[in-house]
Structures are given as structure tokens and as C-alpha cells.
């Protein structure tokens, strides 16, 4: 799995992994944050929530044409300075008027040019990587362990939000409850019905740092403190980007020669033929086609910082016991997901000596998750950014999986294309969604909510069961997508068509906001069976050109 690779894939895979750490910390609460401080209804949030996504992941196409003429590393060290500064500017405090939202949106604005100019930059410097034909077969399982390593600083990101929430709010003798926020909005705007007043008035007395306060104050409290504690969760990001920079340049010597535009790659390569103008234009089509597939996988995956954050706050069960609570211990998860990767070295080492270390190593690591497991609470309360570490644990536990599957594939000569992944990645999003349209069955509609809880709360298994299937089909389309983009792009629009991959995820990410407009307008199930459909659809036209876009790429 990891042999064989060049040292740059670690280095390049390790300062990602801490910028992605930051950046899903402030993503886990991010939908969270807007809706407490400044009292946005749902479908204004998740607006701003897509428009957001969709200029993180549309900047990289303006960046990868900038790295087609200055170079990939000069525009991912620009990315490191202008990102740090945009999460510093989210992470100061500020009250819920004009100067706030000002300062929230220039520091998105910033967040989303420095992403560009990082992100995708970054990608194709792995990718030439793997112009050496010494490396040249192992493209694929290249960005499987990439993706993977993204996957894990996003893995440990919801704990951290929460971890830093909790710490804030419990220092003014507050705890977080899901319901506070949009039922003090109601107070102070005047909108509040007999029985939530009672409701949030019980909420107060279980808090000790409102005891005393007036239910007006408390309101306005709460609300303030819960939005600095946020601020504070995205300072983090700062923090983990630091620790990119200082891996990203101490290791710079693994992967300087990929640090090339067009023109300096040419000139490392002279002996290799050029592209034919019909060559070009038959690559450029293709990744067209693929990228137009991809937007409507992203607009349903992406609904996990979205309508399904507003899924599992208003419909999912606040607490869970039993062995459930495994998964809501990132200790237990983190050593699981390891023990994975011990196994297999058990299973494909070279040596007696080797087997027995990791099979070892693995009985210890089991034994470590079962402890910190037995040492939690019988019952345990859960928030809604917690179910998106499951998704990351997910894509860290089962790459090695899909790795060996596709390994064994390509041995006997039955491996799918990347075109062909992508469609069967799409079935299997379709699958997911299945899975909470069921759970969503009988459920009241969001409009008849009002801002409560609903009485009818189900089981958090149905959306970790979700998660599951869609981390299935990421594998299946992201790090393959990702792969078929680095391969098959002329070299000399490298940069372009990575932005462009990205830019497809933009507009997907900007469509995310579709489900929650509708989110208080239609039956929940039909939310959900909205994207079944695009996905079905997508996969039938991914099918439907198969063949023009593997005859692309030979």
C-alpha cells in the first residue's frame, strides 16, 4: 500500500492533512454558528453555507490558471498567507450587527481565494509526481492514500469544534443545548409561542451561569456566548495551518521537481511526444463530460454540513447508549481506523517477524478501543456536528479496502475505468440517500417544526448507516476523479483542468443550497428523494458516453 511510493506523496499528504483539519473544524459548525448569531432561518443558511462552498471549490480554477504560468509552489505558499488570515479575521468576536457579518464575509471571501490558490495547485504537484514512469502505475492508490490522509485531519475536526465549544460555554457556566439558539431568537424577536417560553425558561434553570437572569438576558447571553465560543473553534484552523507550513517547507526538498509549470515540465521532458490538437480537444471533451457528472454528486454529498446537520439537530436523537456509543468516541474510531492498516500489513508481510509485529499491534490497538469505549458514560450526549467525523473515518478505515479490491482487480485484468467508477460511485449515492428516505418515513415536515425539536426522534443510525453508503461512493468518484484529471489533462492546461474539477465541485457545492430551500416546503422524504433522482440520472448519462470517454483516455 505504501510501498513503493515517493517520499514527496507523504510530505504533500501530511501539510494537507493539517490544513483540511482546520478547515473541517470551522466547517462542523460553521451552518451552526451563522444560524445562532445572527438568527438566519435555514434556507438563508444554507445559502450561505453553498455560495460559501461554492467559492472555495470554484477559486482553485483561477488558481490553477495563475500556476500554469508562475509555478504550483509559489501559489500554494500565497494560499498559506491569505487563508491564515481569513480564518484570523472569523475567529475574532464581534456582535450580531452590520460590522459582524461584514467581517464574517470578507473573512469567507479570503478563506475561499486562499483554498484556490492551495488546494488544487497542490493536487497536481502530486500528480507529477507520477509523470516518472518509475511511479507511473500506482497514480490511482497515489490519491487513495491522499484522500485518505485529507480524511483523517477531518476526521478529528468535530471533536475539536465541540471540544473548544463546550470549553468556552462551560467556563460562563453554560452547556450546549441544539434548541437554545432559534427559541432565544424567537424571544427577542417577539415571535415566541406560550409553551416555548415555558420550554426555554426549564433549559435556563439546568444552566448555572444564567441563574439569576432575567429570561431576556439569558437569551441574549446564550446567544453571545455560544458565538464566541465558535469564533475561538475556528482559531483553530490557524493553529493547524501552522503546522502545514512547517511540514510543507522543511520536506520541500521530496517534491521540488514537481513544483513545475508547463513550460518547465516540457523542458524536463523533451523526449516525450506532444498532443495532437485533436488529442487535446478529445482529453478537454472528456473531462467536460465527467465534470458535468460530478456537480450532482457533490450538491447531494455536500448536504452533510447542510440538510443533514438540520436532520440530525432536529430529528436525530440527542443521546445514544448501548455499543453506539463506540462511534461517538474519536479515541475508539481513531485507533480502529488504524488497526485496519495493521492488519493488512499482518496479512502482506514479507517476513514471519513482520506478520507477528503487526497482527500484535493490531490485538493492541483493538484492546485500546475497547477501553476507552468501556470508560464512557452509559448514556452519552451527542451534537449534530458530531455525525460528520464518521464520513472521514469512514474514507481513513476503508481505503485500505478499496485499495486491495481494485489491486486485485487490476491483477486479473477486471479493474473498471475512472469513468466507470464515477457512474457506479453515483449508484451508490443514490443507495445512501435511500437509506434516510426510509428513516424519514412518518416523520412531521420541517414546516410544521417551528423552530422545536420534533416529538418523533429517530435512531442516530440511521444517518451514520447514510454516511456509510456515501463514503462508498466517494471512493468510488473523489480520489478517482481526482487521478483521471491528472492523468489524462494536456499538460499544459494541468492547472486548468484540476480548477476546473474543482470548479464542477462549485457549482455542485453553490446547488447544495436546493434541498434547503425546500427544506420547509416539501415532505422530508421528498427532500431526500430529490437527490436520488439527480444521481440516478447522472449515472445513466455517465453510462449513456462510456465508451468516447474511455476511447479519451487510451
Known amino acids: 500500500m505504501f510501498k513503493g511510493q515517493p517520499k514527496g506523496l507523504f510530505a504533500l499528504a501530511l501539510a494537507n492533512t493539517g490544513e483540511r483539519f482546520g478547515y473541517y473544524t470551522m466547517l462542523a459548525i460553521f451552518l451552526l454558528f451563522i444560524q445562532a448569531k445572527f438568527g438566519f432561518t435555514a434556507a438563508a443558511a444554507t ?43 472569523l475567529s475574532i468576536p464581534t456582535g450580531p450587527d452590520i460590522t ?30 507520477y509523470d516518472d514512469p518509475k511511479y507511473a502505475a500506482k497514480r490511482d492508490s497515489a490519491f487513495s492514500l491522499f484522500y485518505m490522509a485529507i480524511n483523517i485531519g477531518a476526521m478529528f475536526a468535530p471533536t475539536a469544534a465541540k471540544a473548544v465549544t463546550n470549553f468556552f460555554l462551560s467556563k460562563s457556566g453554560l452547556s450546549y443545548d441544539a434548541n437554545v439558539p432559534a427559541l432565544a431568537h424567537q424571544f427577542l424577536d417577539g415571535t415566541i409561542t406560550t409553551e416555548n417560553i415555558d420550554k426555554l425558561t426549564g433549559i435556563q434553570l439546568t444552566m448555572t451561569g444564567a441563574s439569576g437572569m432575567d429570561l431576556g438576558t439569558f437569551c441574549s447571553t446564550y446567544i453571545e456566548k455560544l458565538s464566541t465560543a465558535y469564533n475561538y473553534g475556528f482559531a483553530v484552523a490557524c493553529i493547524s495551518l501552522i503546522v502545514s507550513v512547517l511540514i510543507y517547507f522543511s520536506c520541500r526538498t521530496w517534491f521540488r521537481h514537481a513544483d513545475a509549470n508547463a513550460a518547465q515540465a516540457k523542458e524536463a521532458h523533451t523526449n516525450e511526444p506532444e498532443l495532437t490538437p485533436e488529442q487535446t480537444k478529445s482529453r478537454i471533451t472528456a473531462l467536460l463530460l465527467v465534470f458535468a457528472v460530478v456537480i450532482f454528486f457533490w450538491m447531494s454529498f455536500h448536504q452533510n454540513g447542510a440538510t443533514m446537520t438540520l436532520f440530525a439537530r432536529d430529528y436525530t436523537q440527542s443521546t445514544v447508549d448501548g455499543f453506539l456509543r463506540i462511534g461517538f468516541n474519536i479515541g475508539s474510531l481513531a485507533l480502529i481506523a488504524i488497526s485496519i492498516y495493521t492488519l493488512f500489513g499482518a496479512v502482506q508481510a514479507e517476513t514471519g517477524k513482520g506478520r507477528m509485529i503487526s497482527g500484535l499491534a493490531t490485538i493492541l490497538l483493538w484492546g485500546g478501543a475497547w477501553l476507552a469505549y468501556s470508560q464512557m458514560d452509559q448514556s452519552v450526549r451527542i451534537q449534530p456536528s458530531d455525525f460528520q467525523q464518521f464520513n472521514p473515518f469512514f474514507v481513513v478505515a476503508l481505503t485500505p479496502i478499496s485499495l486491495a479490491i481494485f489491486g486485485a482487480l487490476a491483477k486479473s485484468g477486471k479493474e473498471p475505468s475512472a469513468p466507470r467508477k464515477i457512474g457506479l460511485g453515483m449508484i451508490v449515492a443514490a443507495a445512501g440517500f435511500l437509506i434516510l428516505t426510509v428513516g424519514s418515513i412518518g416523520l412531521a415536515s420541517p414546516k410544521t417544526l417551528d423552530g422545536n425539536v420534533s416529538p418523533d426522534l429517530v435512531s442516530p443510525t440511521w444517518l451514520i448507516s447514510t ?21 489524462v489533462a494536456p499538460p499544459k492546461y494541468k492547472g486548468a483542468m484540476m480548477g476546473c474539477w474543482f470548479a464542477a465541485t462549485a457549482v455542485g457545492n453553490y446547488l447544495v443550497s436546493i434541498p434547503g430551500l425546500l427544506w420547509d416546503k416539501l415532505p422530508l422524504w421528498g427532500v431526500w428523494m430529490i437527490l436520488i433522482v439527480l444521481c440516478l440520472l447522472s449515472a445513466l448519462f455517465i453510462f449513456s458516453i462510456m465508451k468516447k470517454l474511455e476511447n479519451a483516455t487510451r
Do not use: W
Open 47 to 89: 445559502q450561505i453555507y453553498s455560495i460559501f462552498l461554492a467559492g472555495v471549490y470554484f477559486m482553485p480554477l483561477l488558481g490553477g490558471i495563475l500556476a500554469d504560468k508562475i509555478g504550483f509552489g509559489r501559489c500554494v505558499t500565497l494560499g498559506f498567507a491569505v487563508m491564515f488570515l481569513g480564518y484570523l479575521c
Open 100 to 129: 459582524g457579518k461584514i467581517l464574517m464575509f470578507g473573512a469567507l471571501a479570503l478563506i475561499a481565494l486562499g483554498t484556490g490558490l492551495f488546494k488544487g495547485n497542490l493536487q497536481v504537484m502530486v500528480g507529477n509526481l
Open 467 to 487: 454516511y456509510l453508503v456515501l463514503t462508498f461512493a466517494e471512493l468510488l468518484l473523489s480520489p478517482m476523479g481526482i487521478s483521471f484529471v491528472s492523468k
